[in-house]
């Protein structure tokens, strides 16, 4: 499958990993839109929360409950934002699951 995260998460792209587990990878937004942007990337290849199963769904939580873990060695101490895009009107523009996370300064009031 031509999918960029699923070859980022195979390593046969290269990627600024700064967290990996077996359910997980975190790595740096390759074109940032906050001091600190992140994508939060399920190793699991489907397309949405709304393509998911009931283990996805277990693994997702677990993913989220180990992000508020890292917070503080992620530079998010001050507090962030998750987002995840899903689809056209989303504008999703990766097709694999992920998480946007933004934090590192004083975010837009907007997210809209
Ligand atoms: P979305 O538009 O919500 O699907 O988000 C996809 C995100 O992936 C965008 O913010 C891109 O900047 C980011 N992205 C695309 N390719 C790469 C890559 N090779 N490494 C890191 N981030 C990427
Ligand atoms: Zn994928």
Redesign the pocket.
Known sequence: MDC?FCK?IKGE?P?SLLYEDEYMII?????P?ADKHY?LIPKRHYQSIVHMSGYDAFVLAKCLRKLGELTEELGLGGGFRIA??VGENG????PHL?F?ILGGEKLSEKMG
């Open positions: 960029i980022i792209v990627s790595i740096k937004d390759i074109s839109q994508l995840s895009n504008c999703q523009s990766v992920h946007h």
